[in-house]
C-alpha cells in the first residue's frame, strides 16, 4: 500500500493556489472597500443626525 498520493498533492496544491488567489484579489479587496464605505456611511449618517462637528474654545 503505497503511501504516496502525487495526484492527490497537484490538485490539492493547484486549490490552495486559487484559494490564495481568490481571497488576495477579490475577497480582501471588496472587505476593505465595504469597511471604509460603511465607516463613511456611519460618518455622514451621524453630521445628518447631530449635526457638522463644531469647535468650542
Known sequence: MPSTTSG???GS?????TT????????L???A???VGGYGF??????????PPTVDF
Open 20 to 27: 490564495f488567489l481568490v481571497l488576495t484579489l477579490i475577497v
Open 33 to 35: 472597500v465595504a469597511f
Open 8 to 10: 492527490n498533492s497537484v
Open 42 to 51: 456611519v460618518l455622514w449618517m451621524s453630521q445628518v443626525i447631530n449635526g
Open 13 to 17: 496544491r493547484r486549490r490552495e493556489w
Open 29 to 31: 479587496p471588496a472587505l
